[in-house]
């Protein structure tokens, strides 16, 4: 018996490898490997049929060469519409994710004080257009928005304006698609960190003299800072490279990078710089994600 039991210590726990396993081998089938693909279609060249590319490494002369071409690279930085298109869309989901947070946040903060009886609806009110199609739930705001749509037509019906607004096409409208396209997810990491907020540090504040005002900005909001953080990435990551939406609703001046990647891709059949676009997109939203982990770290480190 005693030589049984270290055998029993060495079997491997199937059921924790499995749990930890099973998400990472996701990560590396549906993350890493389209990313290493896309790297390495931006650093190869195309063959001479132009229906492949080269390989990255070649054995000549008893020699590993390596054959890295950065052509899509430079051609980023040489042209200065690419620089444009990504401020231009780091800047609409830096807006959208403002929007989201002035927005939402109220939302958020009414819903964790409502009755418990009543969180339900107000939950299921959130996650309802999830059960409809972004794609046909962002087309209907072109019926609402057009020249004939029914917001016009209400407004002349009223004796509002006597012309139709054109409010398609515009950036008003692309910021709309935006903000109502990504506000649940700002919305439910906030309800999740303001219901599980303690009211008895707001009555002590309240005790001690102060405002509401004062009480929520220096109590309430430094308690929700977790759920503001993770909110703000739900948003402004996938807000960056977002096609759907500027595509329907944003007009042709307006600049955003995931629609530069569809051109490049099926229109120009330039998959070298497409794909050099990606990878630099993707190493854009890293900054914020790195920047959210270490806010993590910190504060579990301080509430140890």
Request: glycine fraction near 4%; charge should be positive; include cysteine.
């Amino acid at each position: 018996m005693a030589e049984s039991s270290p055998r029993r210590l060495r079997r491997p726990n199937w059921g924790r490898l499995t749990v930890i396993g099973v998400p990472q081998l996701w990560l590396l089938a549906f993350l890493l490997v389209p990313f290493v693909i896309l790297l390495k279609i931006s650093l190869s060249e195309s063959n001479a049929l132009g229906i492949g590319f080269n390989p990255l490494m070649s054995w000549a002369n008893d020699s590993l060469v390596f054959k890295l071409k950065f052509t899509a690279y430079l051609a980023l930085v040489r042209d200065h519409l690419y620089v444009v298109t990504y401020l231009s869309s780091i800047w609409y989901a830096a807006l959208t994710t403002l929007l989201c947070l002035v927005i939402g946040y109220p939302f958020s903060y009414f819903m964790a004080r409502a009755r418990p009886t009543l969180r339900p609806a107000l939950l299921m009110l959130v996650m309802l257009p999830f059960w409809t199609s972004f794609l046909i739930r962002i087309y209907a705001w072109k019926n609402l928005l057009d020249l004939n749509g029914l917001i016009n037509q209400f407004l002349l019906w009223a004796g509002i304006i006597h012309t139709p607004l054109r409010m398609m096409f515009t950036e008003f409208s692309f910021m709309i698609g935006m903000v109502y396209g990504y506000i649940p997810f700002m919305i439910l990491p906030l309800y999740a960190t303001l219901v599980k907020m303690d009211l008895r540090l707001i009555e002590a504040a309240a005790d001690l003299g102060s405002t509401p005002l004062k009480t929520f900005w220096l109590v309430t909001v430094p308690l929700s800072r977790s759920g503001i953080i993770a909110g703000s990435l739900l948003v402004f990551i996938p807000a960056v490279g977002e096609y759907v939406i500027p595509e329907l609703l944003a007009g042709p001046s307006t600049l955003n990078i995931g629609r530069v990647m569809w051109n490049e891709f099926f229109d120009n059949l330039d998959w070298q710089r497409a794909s050099a676009v990606a990878i630099v997109m993707i190493l854009l939203i890293l900054a914020p994600i790195a920047m959210f982990n270490k806010y993590q770290t910190r504060s579990m480190e301080t509430s140890r």
